[in-house]
């Protein structure tokens, strides 16, 4: 078996534009998916996703660079020759055939047999939960249901790759949720590889093994979920992915795995954490995510606890959101109820001092601009 169910070389896609320049919808992207793994690609709109897809389904040929599906490179092969199917957002179903006839409409293009071809849209109507609606118009399915059909038309071809560009779109918020755990347990299933494009990260943290940040045609980083929130490279991803206060500085020194940076801002020395070696003197971001900063009354023996105001601060159930001054730096703090009462003291208020306590590894240090 090769090392990867697709792979991507230095692949460039340069459009020109009506406005008569260029635009490179893909930027010189290495990319490596693995066998059976749930891959995403994350990013805002027109930062590539779909040119990226398109890319490897064959729609799209790059400007340079080559795509290989196992360890074949793709060249200029045509969709149909390729081992992978697509589900579109809009699953445009063929709306004057039943659920059958849209599942085994690919089949019977390959002239299957009618035999084989009852028996795996039976089987793949199964896996995505909608047997006994076999003689069913598009029409009178729910959208989840249709988009369940579409689904299972991709899958009843039995690709190795199944790529999926926003699937789920069209679906309101509570059919969406569900849809994306069943979608990943279908995967888990059938063991084939998807690739899935989304906008929206809880979405791709919820379902992905992997998942590429893109930004402007560039991946900004490959990780597992918990490595994209809690490992950021850049300033870029860790504002992109969950909330987060960010803070300039300047190295002042480094040493046991551990940066301590000079923030002018706040006239204070934090202590962070580094995914790289840092000199002197290089400028730096940190970024602290909301719910890693501890508000305590008294202060507390480690690096990083400084006096603040407390400014603001909404409770909103789960947790109460507060907005902490610091030296005149405004700083978002979240903190989790866990206990359940309704004493007013238990509940941070606005205007009171308090000191904010924050743990080295809950501090990262990325690389300034
Ligand atoms: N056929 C085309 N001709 C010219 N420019 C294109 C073409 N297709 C895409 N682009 C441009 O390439 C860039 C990337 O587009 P792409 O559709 O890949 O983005 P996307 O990440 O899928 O966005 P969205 O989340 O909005 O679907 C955009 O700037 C877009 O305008
Ligand atoms: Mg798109």
Redesign the pocket.
């Known amino acids: 078996m090769p090392d990867f169910a697709v792979e991507l070389r230095d692949v460039v896609k340069t459009?020109?534009?009506p406005e008569g320049g260029y635009?490179n919808?893909v930027d010189h992207v290495d990319m490596q998916i693995k066998n059976g793994e749930f891959f995403s690609l994350l990013?805002?709109?027109?930062?590539?996703?779909?040119?990226?897809l398109r890319m490897i389904a064959g729609f799209e040929w790059p400007t340079s660079g080559e795509v290989y599906i196992g360890d074949q490179g793709q060249g200029r092969k045509p969709p149909f020759q390729r081992p992978v199917n697509t589900v579109f957002q809009s699953y445009a179903l063929f709306q004057h055939m039943t659920v059958f006839q849209n599942v085994a409409f690919g089949l019977e293009m390959e002239k299957t047999s009618n035999e084989e071809i009852k028996s795996r849209v039976g089987k793949v109507l199964e896996m995505v939960k909608l047997n006994g609606m076999e003689r069913r118009s598009p029409r009178q399915l729910s959208g989840g249901q249709q988009q369940r059909v579409a689904l299972a038309r991709a899958l009843v071809k039995l690709p190795t790759v199944l790529l999926l560009d926003?699937p789920l779109g069209a679906l309101d918020l509570k059919l969406r949720k569900e849809m994306q755990l069943e979608l990943k347990s279908l995967q888990r299933e059938v063991g084939i590889t998807f690739i899935f494009?989304t906008?929206d990260q809880e979405e791709a943290l919820t379902m992905s093994d992997r998942i590429a940040v893109?930004s402007l045609?560039k991946v900004m980083q490959f990780g597992a979920p918990v490595e994209i929130y809690e490992r950021p490279n850049c300033k870029f991803v860790a504002d992109f992915i969950g909330e987060t206060n960010f803070l300039e500085g300047v190295v002042q020194s480094s040493g046991d795995g551990t940066v301590r940076v000079q923030v002018p801002r706040v006239n204070s020395t934090l202590t962070g954490v580094a995914r790289q070696e840092y000199k002197v003197g290089d400028p730096v971001v940190l970024s602290i995510r909301p719910e890693k900063i501890r508000l305590v009354e008294t202060p507390q023996l480690n690096q990083n606890c400084f006096e603040v105001i407390v400014r603001n601060a909404a409770y909103i159930g789960s947790d109460t959101r507060l907005e902490v001054d610091l030296n005149g730096v405004k700083l978002k703090v979240w903190e989790q109820n866990h206990i359940s009462t309704l004493d007013p003291r238990a509940y941070h208020q606005g205007t009171q001092t308090a000191w904010v306590s924050i743990m080295p590894e809950n501090i990262l240090v990325l690389p300034g601009e």
């Open positions: 459009f020109p534009t635009v919808a990013g805002s709109s027109g930062c590539g996703k779909t040119t990226t926003e494009v906008h893109m045609g």
